[in-house]
């Protein structure tokens, strides 16, 4: 940690003069530099120029990432840094479109039966890398191919809406039980367990991305383990894969759209050292960063080189309801309101939303131009995020209405004296959470005298204790698995095994229930939305933030497409025009 | 001697093994498996992987599984990189890892050495100084603020080399001189001492009194016996540019293997924690040995063989 400190202090020094010069070429750095077709004044550039080199060259981006992709087996990867690779080189049924909305990608039309529990895909001509038709029966195999115990795919619960899916996985069906059926090699019929309003944005989803058995039988566990161990079917191939030092992707002359890619070549340098990451990209090295690191976001901000886009993520505490203390709702109010959000945001994390329920913004409502969260929740509560609502259930500070809380809380547990209540926040070692823990306990102590102990493990020690509900209030988070508030809601249904707080409702449970078998878009919501309003009276969470991923991009790159699941980005519409 | 080496041999095998079960008991009592993620698995789908992997099987049967792979020279499949075997990933990382190293502890032996002999000739003079306060700035400034330091005036602010990545002779100068700075220093320091001492002895006064050369008398008897010191601090000067490769080559996005020895702990990748923590520590157990070996080829009065007469 303290290396990394002082060396991020001593880049600092150099780098904050760079990006100081560039602010002030920029005016101020109001201007925006990712509208698809803004051309900047001639003048800004020459002056930004002459502040960040620029070596770059028309038609190759160079992207930053910071870690090698640990799978790039669409079947078996659950990464974002894996998928980002496989967006590029694959292509499902459907691809999410520069919008976030399903777009059509191999398939070309499709129906889906009025009880939503039938999906038929019409594919469209289109080839593999190697030459060879793309059909039906690819996407027959790689699904199924998912879903066999002997793969031992993580993600094989991301097709379990497939009917006879989980079965199937867990050994009680067979491969011909599935609901995947191939009528021609244009044609795929799709029967689910229950109607799954978001299963069309699933087809643009790692997981689901075909695979020819030829090669995935020639190769076995090998299977996309180095470039030409694999065929492709997106708008680029895999080129060059040197393992922790850089991949290479190539525009794919036989996708189907490929006239419409304009990018010839995507380079993606692995550095995992953050402060020599920044450093490549103000030298001119790197046309974009996935991510600026942490302790790298002060230097950007104001920069017209940063974009900040939403995830699909919430921060939050897991609070154990079998607790002594923490078993008085009264208590655990209190704890969530004696929370300073704007002040973690603001001096820590720095680029997120304070969160006073559990679905992010971004989320989809029961209409396609209203959001989750601009539907459900007190509009009290409501904050304002760049012109739209985020409703939430509580106020993001409030240390009267806390303090309170506390008062009904100590009376209910019999309780005189703040300082006995005892509180051990554990957090674990990962970036941002021990400053964040402290601040919280400083914030616990002052706003309500409570005693508040602290306690670092190690990620994986970390995720133990929780799983095993042996906590008594935890640090964690949830990224969302597709486009939809279930991959929210449906975690703290009993003894869900990501329900790390021993919390139980009934009630919960009948709703997100109901919610996962009707077919009625309007009844989902309004279902889920009431699983959410009790989840947050009972508060066995504290919500703390949503996040949102500051990126850098130099501003002759244009039409970078960022996800907000499935991956952090997508390149196909991209272009590079220094 | 070949008694001596077949021995020493022996033993090597056996502390292999004592490093081997220390950290394969010591690694499975972490709590947490590889496949603990923040998105807790359905029981059944982790059963499958546990199944697949062979890690449903008590830790005994674990345990003689993996030594009976061992002999076959077969460390396993990574369980991060799933579809990489151990023995390919540790075979295209050790170049550039080996690289770096090799470059450091050479450029750090005829540097040091050199600086060492020069300021002991050159005793008490401006030369003497500044070597030493050279030799003080590389024991005292650790490796990733030299590494640091270069990146910025070398690679960003002048622009001679590349500030990261690999790639070519000219990407591996920075990482191994940062690398270098304090082995270096401390061999310019102990040569510089046992040069003074030599320079003391009654031998070199009669060299000197024979009327051979100053140049002569330091190339043909100081060096060859105030060097002998230095050879034995080669051995955990190797053990620490060995270490230092982690630090640096994560601070210069070298592709080597020092980052996987710090992520597999971080990820339980089991098979890769063993792979790693073997190879580091087989390496480090056969250039001790060859330090040895070296030892009593420079200095023929110790014989190795001789003690147990």
């Known amino acids: 940690m303290f290396v990394k400190r002082f060396r991020s202090a001593l880049m600092g020094v150099g780098s904050a003069a760079i990006l100081a010069g560039l602010l002030a070429g920029c005016g101020g750095g109001s201007t925006t530099n990712n509208t698809p077709s803004g051309n900047a004044p001639s003048g800004t550039q020459t002056q930004q120029a002459a502040h960040l080199p620029v070596s770059a060259k028309a038609g190759v981006l160079r992207f930053g990432i910071q870690t090698d992709p640990p799978q790039l087996d669409p079947q078996k990867s659950t990464d974002l840094v894996s998928f980002n690779v496989i967006n590029a080189v694959m292509e499902g049924l459907m691809r999410v479109g520069p919008d976030g909305k399903p777009t059509y990608g191999i398939a070309d039309k499709y129906e889906i039966s009025s009880d939503g529990l039938t999906y038929t895909f019409h594919l469209r001509d289109a080839k593999w890398s190697d030459g060879k038709a793309i059909t039906a029966d690819d996407f027959k195999y790689a699904w199924t191919r998912a879903l066999d115990p002997k793969t031992a795919s993580d993600y094989a619960y991301q097709l379990y809406y497939i009917k006879n899916g989980q079965a199937?996985?867990?050994?009680?069906?067979?491969?011909?039980?599935?609901?995947?059926?191939?009528?021609?090699?244009?044609?795929?019929?799709?029967?689910?367990?229950?109607?799954?309003?978001?299963?069309?944005?699933?087809?643009?989803?790692?997981?689901?991305?075909?695979?020819?058995?030829?090669?995935?039988?020639?190769?076995?566990?090998?299977?996309?383990?180095?470039?030409?161990?694999?065929?492709?079917?997106?708008?680029?191939?895999?080129?060059?894969?040197?393992?922790?030092?850089?991949?290479?992707?190539?525009?794919?002359?036989?996708?189907?759209?490929?006239?419409?890619?304009?990018?010839?070549?995507?380079?993606?340098?692995?550095?995992?050292?953050?402060?020599?990451?920044?450093?490549?990209?103000?030298?001119?090295?790197?046309?974009?960063?996935?991510?600026?690191?942490?302790?790298?976001?002060?230097?950007?901000?104001?920069?017209?080189?940063?974009?900040?886009?939403?995830?699909?993520?919430?921060?939050?505490?897991?609070?154990?309801?079998?607790?002594?203390?923490?078993?008085?709702?009264?208590?655990?109010?209190?704890?969530?309101?004696?929370?300073?959000?704007?002040?973690?945001?603001?001096?820590?994390?720095?680029?997120?939303?304070?969160?006073?329920?559990?679905?992010?913004?971004?989320?989809?409502?029961?209409?396609?131009?209203?959001?989750?969260?601009?539907?459900?929740?007190?509009?009290?509560?409501?904050?304002?995020?760049?012109?739209?609502?985020?409703?939430?259930?509580?106020?993001?500070?409030?240390?009267?209405?806390?303090?309170?809380?506390?008062?009904?809380?100590?009376?209910?547990?019999?309780?005189?004296?703040?300082?006995?209540?005892?509180?051990?926040?554990?957090?674990?070692?990962?970036?941002?959470?021990?400053?964040?823990?402290?601040?919280?306990?400083?914030?616990?102590?002052?706003?309500?005298?409570?005693?508040?102990?602290?306690?670092?493990?190690?990620?994986?020690?970390?995720?133990?204790?929780?799983?095993?509900?042996?906590?008594?209030?935890?640090?964690?988070?949830w990224y969302g698995d597709y486009n939809d508030p279930m991959t929210f809601i449906d975690m703290f249904v009993t003894n869900g095994g990501n329900n790390y707080t021993n919390w139980s409702n009934p009630q919960y449970d009948a709703l997100v229930k109901d919610a996962k078998t009707t077919a009625d878009t309007q009844k989902r919501m309004e279902d889920m939305g009431q699983a959410e309003k009790i989840l947050m009276d009972e508060m066995p969470i504290i919500p703390e933030w949503y996040p949102q991923v500051p990126h850098a991009v130099r501003n002759y790159v244009k039409d970078l497409a960022w996800l907000t699941v499935g991956g952090d980005v997508d390149f196909t519409w991209a272009s590079v025009q220094p | 001697m070949v008694g001596y080496v077949l021995r020493r041999l022996l033993y090597m095998v056996i502390t292999l093994w004592v490093i081997a079960s220390l950290t394969f008991f010591l690694m499975h009592m972490i709590p947490g498996d590889p496949f603990t993620t923040s998105k807790i698995l359905d029981p059944v789908i982790l059963q499958n992987i546990k199944a697949k992997y062979g890690l449903d099987q008590p830790l005994p049967v674990q345990y003689l599984d993996y030594l009976s792979n061992l002999i076959h020279g077969d460390l396993g499949v990574s369980y991060k990189y799933q579809g990489r075997t151990v023995n390919e990933i540790i075979a295209t990382t050790f170049g550039p890892s080996f690289t770096i190293g090799f470059e450091a502890i050479a450029f750090a032996v005829v540097v040091g050495l050199a600086l060492g002999i020069v300021a002991a000739v050159q005793r008490d003079t401006v030369t003497d100084r500044v070597a030493m306060v050279i030799a003080v700035l590389g024991i005292s400034v650790p490796n990733f603020v030299i590494a640091a330091l270069l990146q910025y005036f070398i690679g960003f602010r002048w622009q001679w080399l590349p500030i990261s990545g690999w790639g070519g002779i000219a990407y591996t100068v920075l990482p191994a001189l940062a690398l270098a700075a304090s082995p270096m220093a401390q061999i310019a320091r102990m040569m510089r001492a046992s040069m003074i001492e030599v320079t003391g002895q009654e031998y070199i006064k009669t060299a000197r009194a024979k009327g051979l050369s100053m140049p002569a008398v330091v190339w043909r008897h100081m060096i060859r016996n105030a060097i002998l010191p230095v050879v034995t601090i080669l051995g955990p000067m190797i053990a620490a540019v060995v270490t230092g490769v982690m630090v640096v080559e994560q601070i210069f996005n070298v592709p080597g293997m020092g980052q996987y020895f710090v992520t597999s702990v971080e990820d339980d990748d089991y098979t890769m924690i063993m792979g790693v923590t073997l190879f580091f520590a087989a390496l480090l157990v056969f250039l001790l040995f060859l330090v040895d070996v070296a030892y009593s080829w420079i200095d023929p009065r110790i014989r190795v063989g001789r003690r147990e007469a």
């Open chain 1, 168 to 477: 199937f996985n867990e050994g009680k069906a067979k491969a011909t039980d599935l609901g995947i059926q191939v009528k021609d090699p244009h044609t795929l019929v799709v029967t689910l367990e229950a109607p799954t309003p978001y299963f069309l944005g699933l087809m643009a989803f790692g997981t689901y991305m075909p695979a020819r058995e030829d090669i995935v039988s020639k190769y076995g566990d090998q299977y996309f383990s180095a470039p030409d161990k694999a065929v492709y079917d997106g708008p680029f191939t895999l080129t060059e894969w040197q393992h922790n030092a850089k991949l290479v992707m190539k525009k794919n002359p036989s996708y189907w759209n490929a006239s419409k890619v304009k990018l010839d070549e995507i380079d993606m340098p692995i550095i995992a050292d953050t402060s020599t990451e920044v450093q490549e990209y103000l030298s001119g090295q790197l046309d974009a960063l996935d991510q600026i690191p942490a302790e790298n976001i002060s230097q950007f901000q104001g920069s017209p080189d940063m974009v900040t886009t939403p995830t699909a993520a919430t921060y939050y505490l897991a609070l154990n309801v079998q607790d002594p203390v923490l078993k008085d709702v009264h208590i655990r109010k209190a704890l969530a309101m004696a929370i300073d959000r704007q002040q973690l945001i603001s001096g820590i994390i720095k680029t997120a939303l304070p969160a006073t329920a559990l679905v992010p913004p971004g989320m989809p409502g029961s209409s396609p131009d209203k959001s989750f969260r601009e539907e459900y929740g007190d509009r009290q509560y409501a904050i304002n995020d760049n012109g739209k609502q985020v409703l939430g259930y509580f106020p993001v500070f409030d240390a009267t209405q806390a303090k309170q809380e506390l008062q009904k809380g100590m009376q209910d547990l019999g309780i005189s004296n703040p300082s006995d209540v005892k509180v051990t926040l554990l957090y674990p070692n990962r970036p941002n959470a021990k400053p964040v823990s402290e601040a919280i306990q400083a914030m616990w102590q002052e706003n309500l005298g409570i005693s508040v102990n602290l306690q670092q493990d190690e990620w994986k020690v970390h995720l133990d204790t929780l799983s095993k509900r042996q906590q008594q209030v935890g640090y964690i988070d």
